[in-house]
């Protein structure tokens, strides 16, 4: 069974069902749909279904205490019907498939015909980890078993662990991890069942199995149970603040699968998308045909007019009658004009670009490495140059995700950061050091980093972590503490919950007297202190009044730097009478404070500077987390992501929602198109939410370039954002095993600075590949010209084909190598991202290209037709057939090669730059090479006689060479002198466009105009609105006769304004742009299930455009609901239109 494919398990397991249903009494559908519920919802399902969950053991016919009877008949039935607990890792490319994929590229292919007319005219003969806690291995229900928390963080990315009981949270997850307590669980589902191993197989680990199944026409059993939960998902976990823990967890789980287990179009779409050509593929593929256009049509001009030339010459000026005999020797010189004809196409085509791109991208792979980027699909790096944007998790990427004491309140001072040791009283000390120490769960440790340079690893609960690592900071040590005072010496300990929102422990003293630690949210600890220690370690009294002034001085400042605040306090109890440790309200007041401290998880120290130099470079950074808004938007400010007083969104996933769907809660891209390009923070956010974002940024069409997307994630939630983004960068250490392989770039030091360098490396092998065109272009334009004209004016090309050999692999292969291999420089993230519009061969390439081909050409002409009397030589023009090579064309061939070396100099800047040698010993590669070409040069010219076509030249032909060749560097200045702005006639080559995308984006555009004008609304132009009212009739009229033709060009004011595009279809972006779902899981017959499960939003919101849109962003909302309410003038001109 373990390697039996998916399918054929869905299959046999159809077949199954209906015999083996009785014997087990439940099948593994319904588990499977049980497993995907949360919280009290799971707890309601069990009792209606199953009763309880003995029920369960018994139907599956295992006991609660003893487990399986373990009998091999057994367990093999139990595998045919429930599957065994393996993923079915993805099938690796056969070598055969990759050479396959390779052939499709446009060059080879044009290059594969040239060759094949070749050789078949050669046949022609004319006649004549552990410590962290247990790993769950499978889905199931939790039985019994004390304190059981589990940190689900992997799949949910919330972080706060999650307590599970029968009766409010039964159910356990594969791939989440045991922290606290103990439990026994039955398990319901293994493999590809369980909630990993489904998420495993939408992102394509399991990619053909499904297919299969999609072919086979079974419903897939996410998408028939699951799609009305998604609204509600989100209301049932805001009704109760109690189940608070659980709460969160089922609104971030929830969505997770309605987007997930709906979504199979939007997965076909996403798997479609990454199919799609990368942007430089793109672009390359597009040039490649262009420039085979030109060389075919180059080479068939050629051909013809070679033999209208000799037919001419042949027939009608010399009067040669065509005999039978000769027949043999004029189809000899037809097949080698042919042969000439061929040789044009194939110089004509840059053969090296394939090469060079490959060397490119693995030479960049194989240095990312160094800079801790581990590249899985080769394209992703070369797309990162193109990044116009990037979504990045929070927790983990931008933070360190290790809770951390940074400023503290003790002996009267506050702290900003930790305070010197020295600078604390000695007896305030013990008391914090016990403190911390004793009052916290003795599993809870902090132990030495596993690798050098890495931080210390933290184990147990995070903000007791926090807490020792503050202990550590001041130079003590918790340990001994602990030594001195064992864990089963502690007397009493009230543990913490939500509703004491404290932790409390008591010890017996040697004076047989109890001291009691406290610790807790501050705003709960402080109300139950009467006293506080003062600078000299003395109490003090602590009144209400002082309590305000601290709240307002201390506890406020720090909430405000998204702090969360711990106050650590201590009591000291009489050993007789012993106090009655059951009356808590007693127990628990009458506190001395000893300090209060202010925790987060802190921005890793090289985020900032890494976030500027990304906003340098063109990209926006935008965070998307599960956390709350203001702890959010305080790590934003703190990371530079938002910067007080810019313009710009932080929105809960609430809120997102609600604005960017309609009345039917369909998703809008028109609604999203106005979030999201001031979005900075989006909060709160469920995965559903992050996957919305990613697909809404590059599906729109709203500015001019289209955007380009990486998304950042270390969650089994990230998986379908990683998976939808152009890039997806996992973590390589906190990451989990779904979002790696659902990512393209994994980061092996978790380290969001790395994503900066995958972007320096994405331009550079972008800018790699446009120099290497540059070179190439030039190096082809002019021998297609040379074989052109030459083989027309002289019937014999100058170049012979063994040279042209020559000239194309030190072109191409030494070229791409020495081109392809220039280090990045931090310049390249001064520019702004070139996007997927930006053609690959700009003007100034094209100035570059073309002038140094009129340089080239020159030369090579003036040497063709007078070298002869210039050198005192021999012509080696109209040389009879088999002659030995001449001087003259050795001469000629010599300066070629020696202007194409001098010129791979130029070619190395792009942008115009006139200092071209600048930064050339960075590169040894470049510098061997184009020695080596040099060298190899005068081996052939002084050796390679007949098989090269040379004959060896004298040291002052040879300075002559050198230095025309050179003249190519002083050419090169004069031509950088040219301002490119002049040369208005000079085409770009290689752009990206989609025929679709112009029409909607001049359409967007007016969209543009008309968001200003709707945020300009005010109530005084309602009035004009009302004369409006009056030409309906008129408008109505002209949109009738209006042709689709005037549609996308016609002028923003013409436009009469906002109902046109909120009332009217053909504004709606679903008609202009067929291929992308907006809805983002609910397919037509949902709908009417949707209709009924989800309540309509509050009545403002009914037809409320202003506020809906999320135009109107003031905090004022009556004005806006009053201006669109669905009496107003603006919604009878909006539903009667």
């Known amino acids: 069974m373990g390697d039996m494919t998916n399918s054929d398990f869905y299959s046999k397991n159809q077949r199954n069902e209906s015999s083996h249903g009785g014997e087990f009494g439940c099948t593994m559908e319904e588990l499977r749909s049980l497993m995907e519920l949360r919280g009290t919802e799971a707890v309601v399902k069990i009792k209606e279904t199953y009763g309880d969950t003995d029920t369960i053991c018994r139907r599956l016919k295992t006991s609660p205490v003893e487990g399986l009877p373990g009998t091999a008949p057994d367990l093999e039935k139990r595998k045919q019907i429930f599957g065994q607990n393996f993923i079915p890792p993805k099938k690796p490319k056969t070598f055969l498939q990759l050479v396959w994929e390779a052939l499709q590229d446009v060059t080879l292919i044009i290059l594969e015909i040239a060759a094949i007319i070749s050789l078949g005219l050669s046949f022609y003969h004319p006649p004549g980890e552990n410590n962290e806690g247990d790993l769950l291995p499978a889905d199931g229900l939790f039985i019994q078993g004390n304190d059981l928390k589990i940190d689900e963080s992997s799949l949910t990315g919330e972080s706060d662990q999650v307590r599970k009981s029968v009766d409010k949270d039964p159910m356990l997850l ?17 493999g590809v069942n369980s909630q990993t191993g489904i998420i495993f197989t939408l992102l394509g680990a399991g990619g053909e199995e499904e297919e299969k ?153 194989k240095k990312m490495m160094k800079d801790n980027n581990l590249v899985r699909h080769l394209d992703a790096c070369e797309t990162m140059g193109n990044a116009t944007a990037i979504c990045s998790d929070k927790t983990g990427t931008l933070t360190t995700n290790r809770m951390t004491v940074v400023q503290v309140y003790v002996g009267d001072v506050h702290y900003k950061e930790v305070p010197d040791p020295s600078s604390i009283n000695a007896k305030t000390m013990e008391l914090l050091v016990s403190a911390i120490a004793i009052n916290s769960a003795y599993t809870t440790k902090i132990l030495p980093p596993e690798k050098e340079g890495a931080l210390p690893k933290q184990v147990g609960n995070k903000t007791e972590c926090g807490l ?98 711990i106050c650590v ?56 987390t599960g956390d709350n808004i203001n702890t959010a938007r305080a790590i934003a400010i703190k990371c530079g992501i938002i910067h007080p007083g810019e313009d710009f969104l932080c929105l809960e996933g609430k809120e997102f929602n609600r604005r960017i769907r309609n009345e039917k809660g369909e998703i809008e891209q028109e609604r999203i198109d106005k979030i999201w390009p001031k979005l900075r923070v989006l909060a709160r956010s469920s995965p559903t939410d992050k996957h919305t974002l990613v697909k809404g940024i590059i599906d729109s069409t709203h500015t001019e370039q289209r955007q380009v997307v990486a998304v950042t994630g270390d969650g089994t939630n990230d998986g379908p954002a990683l998976k939808k983004a152009d890039v997806g960068f996992a973590m390589g250490i906190a990451g989990t095993d779904v979002a790696k392989e659902a990512s393209d770039i994994i980061l092996t030091d978790d380290n969001f600075s790395s994503i900066v360098k995958a972007v320096m490396w994405g331009r550079n092998v972008y800018d790699s590949i446009s120099k290497f065109l540059q070179f190439q272009l030039t190096v082809n334009v002019v021998a297609v010209i040379v074989a052109f004209t030459g083989a027309c004016i002289t ?116 942008h115009g730059e006139r200092n071209v040698f600048d930064g050339i010993f960075r590169n040894p590669i470049f510098c061997t090479i184009v020695l080596g070409t040099f060298t190899i040069q005068i081996v052939i010219v002084q050796f390679g006689g007949k098989p090269f076509s040379c004959s060896p030249l004298q040291l002052d032909q040879w300075l002559w060479c050198i230095f025309i060749g ?68 008129q408008i109505r009229v002209v949109k009738a006769f209006r042709s689709s033709l005037y549609e996308g060009l016609e002028k923003p004011e013409s436009r009469t304004s906002i109902h046109n595009f909120m009332a009217h279809p053909e504004f709606r972006v679903e008609d202009s742009q067929p291929h992308i779902p907006l809805i983002d899981d609910t397919d037509l017959e949902e709908d009417a299930a949707l209709k009924q499960n989800s309540s309509p939003p509050s009545s403002l919101n009914k037809n409320n455009s202003a506020i809906d849109s999320g135009i109107n962003l003031t905090t004022d909302t009556s004005k806006s609901a009053t201006s669109s309410s669905p009496g107003s003038p603006i919604h009878s001109l909006e539903t009667s239109l």
């Not at 307590?181 to 293994?190: D, I, K, L």
């Not at 702004?832 to 002409?861: C, D, E, W």
């Not at 109209?878 to 002659?883: E, K, M």
């Open 174 to 190: 594969s791939g989440t991890h045991v922290m606290e307590g103990s439990g026994r669980m039955v398990v319901t589902a293994v």
């Open 795 to 910: 019937q014999d090309s100058p170049l012979k084909a063994v040279q042209m050999l020559w000239v194309n692999l030190i072109m191409d292969t030494f070229a791409s190598l020495a081109l392809a291999t220039e280090p990045p420089t931090e310049s390249l993230l001064l520019r702004k991202p070139y996007g997927r519009n930006k053609p690959l061969i700009s003007r100034t390439m094209m100035k570059n290209i073309l002038g140094h081909a009129v340089y080239q050409l020159t030369l090579i002409f003036t040497l063709l037709f007078v070298g002869e009397k210039m050198f005192q030589i021999d012509s080696g023009r109209n040389a009879p057939l088999h002659s030995p090579p001449s001087e003259h064309y050795t001469i000629i061939f010599n300066t070629f090669v020696m202007m194409q070396l001098f010129n791979e100099i130029n070619a190395r800047k792009i």
């Open 569 to 624: 306090a201590y009591r000291d109890l009489p050993g007789s009478p012993e106090p009655d440790w059951d009356n808590e309200n007693d127990i628990l007041n009458d506190l001395t404070c000893i300090c209060v401290v202010g925790i987060e998880d802190p921005v890793r120290p090289e985020v900032p500077e890494a976030i500027r130099k990304c906003q340098r470079a063109g990209i926006t950074v935008r965070m998307v």
């Open 966 to 1033: 050179m003249g190519e560097l002083v050419w090169g200045q004069v031509i950088a002198t040219i301002p490119t702005s002049r040369l208005k006639f000079l085409k770009e080559a290689g752009r990206l466009t989609q025929k679709e995308e112009i029409p909607e984006e001049e359409l967007n555009e007016d969209v543009e105009e008309i968001d200003h004008a709707e945020r300009e609304l005010r109530r005084g132009q309602i009035l004009w609105f009302r004369g409006l009212n009056r030409i309906q009739t």
């Open 468 to 565: 020792l690592g503050f202990v550590l900071d001041l130079k003590q040590d918790y340990e001994s503490v602990r030594s001195q005072m064992p864990e089963e010496k502690l007397y009493k300990v009230y543990t913490f919950n939500s509703v004491r929102k404290s932790m409390s422990t008591v010890i017996k003293l040697p004076d047989e007297s109890f001291r009691m630690y406290s610790k807790g949210a501050s705003e709960i600890v402080l109300k139950k202190c009467c006293k506080i220690l003062n600078g000299a370690g003395e109490p003090r009294v602590f009144r209400p009044r002082d309590r305000d002034e601290m709240v307002k001085k201390v506890i406020e400042p720090m909430a405000c730097d998204g702090l969360r605040t």
């Open 213 to 365: 199944k999609d072919k086979k026409g079974k419903p897939n059993a996410l998408v028939d149970q699951k799609r009305s939960k998604m609204q509600d998902g989100n209301v049932d976990a805001s009704q109760s603040k109690a189940k608070q823990q659980d709460g969160a967890a089922a609104m971030e789980m929830q969505p997770l699968k309605s987007a997930e287990g709906g979504d199979t179009d939007d997965k076909k779409k996403a798997s479609m998308h990454k199919k799609e050509k990368s942007v430089l593929q793109g672009k390359l593929t597009k040039l490649a045909v262009q420039i085979g256009k030109a060389g075919l049509v180059m080479s068939a001009i050629t051909v013809i007019i070679l033999v209208l030339y000799f037919t001419v010459d042949t027939f009608v000026v010399n009067q040669k009658p065509w005999l039978p005999e000769c027949t043999p020797v004029y189809v000899q010189y037809f097949v080698k004009f042919f042969i000439i004809g061929v040789t044009v196409l194939v110089v004509a085509v840059p053969e090296g670009l394939p090469l060079a791109v490959t060397i490119s991208l693995a030479y960049s792979v």
